[in-house]
């Protein structure tokens, strides 16, 4: 099972760009890379999630290097509404369908005027 | 119903008893996870529902957890002789049949053993 590595905690500011970077060394040929996002009091709420290159959609994006050992969550012009934590998983998939999610510490993101 | 939802939302227990946690999943949702969550920390993996059936049962802490879900639809969390280890968020998420489809997670049930 892929183990992930991300920053505890990031601070920005609203309206700058805000990249989270993750590792996932062990990452197998199947795995594919979620990203997670939480409000204190809620759930994990679906982002993104990728194979590899790129992918877009309304809030964010996701860059996946060509060895997939990393990926890059982008979240463009964040606002104070975006403080959360961050989660990036990377998927085990079980043979009769559907996937493990393991979740890790995260990253707590801490959006400021 | 339009999303996944937990019941009850906040749960107190004096340690020893037994408590029953439920979640009723996104309709047509064939897989069902359960997780807890402590404070500080991500969501710890539980149990995963394909269907009836539980596909994976490794995350479940001891035997005094237990999960079913007899008609593939709402699942329960059944914790016997709580202790106040057990106090945590427990969450459920429900996704469609398929690989790498998208999770979505309830609000949680605060679970606090006293």
């Known amino acids: 099972l892929a183990k992930t590595t991300q920053p505890i905690s990031m601070d920005s500011y609203e309206g700058q760009e805000v990249n989270i970077t993750c590792s996932h060394n062990?990452?197998?040929?199947?795995?594919?890379i979620t990203w997670y996002q939480q409000f204190p009091s809620q759930g994990p709420r679906f982002i993104i999630q990728g194979y590899k290159t790129k992918v877009t959609n309304e809030v964010a994006s996701l860059f996946i290097p060509a060895d997939r050992k990393s990926s890059t969550l982008s979240l463009p012009r964040v606002s104070l509404s975006d403080t959360a934590v961050y989660y990036c998983?990377?998927?085990?998939?079980?043979?009769?369908?559907?996937?493990?999610?393991?979740f890790g510490t995260g990253t707590q993101l801490k959006v400021e005027l | 119903g339009a999303g996944v939802s937990q019941t009850p939302s906040n749960k107190v227990t004096e340690k020893g008893k037994y408590v029953e946690l439920r979640c009723d999943p996104i309709s047509g949702h064939t897989a069902l996870y359960w997780y807890r969550q402590s404070l500080g920390q991500g969501p710890e993996f539980l149990i995963y529902?394909?269907?009836?059936?539980?596909?994976?049962d490794s995350g479940l802490p001891n035997d005094r957890f237990f999960a079913v879900r007899p008609e593939g639809s709402v699942s329960t969390l059944k914790i016997q002789r709580t202790e106040r280890g057990d106090s945590a968020v427990y969450l459920c998420a429900s996704s469609s049949s398929g690989t790498n489809t998208e999770a979505f997670f309830g609000q949680g049930t605060r679970l606090t053993v006293v």
């Open positions: 529902f394909q269907g009836t059936g539980a596909a994976d």
């Open positions: 062990n990452i197998a040929t199947n795995d594919y």
């Open positions: 998983l990377v998927g085990e998939v079980y043979a009769g369908g559907g996937n493990k999610l393991t």
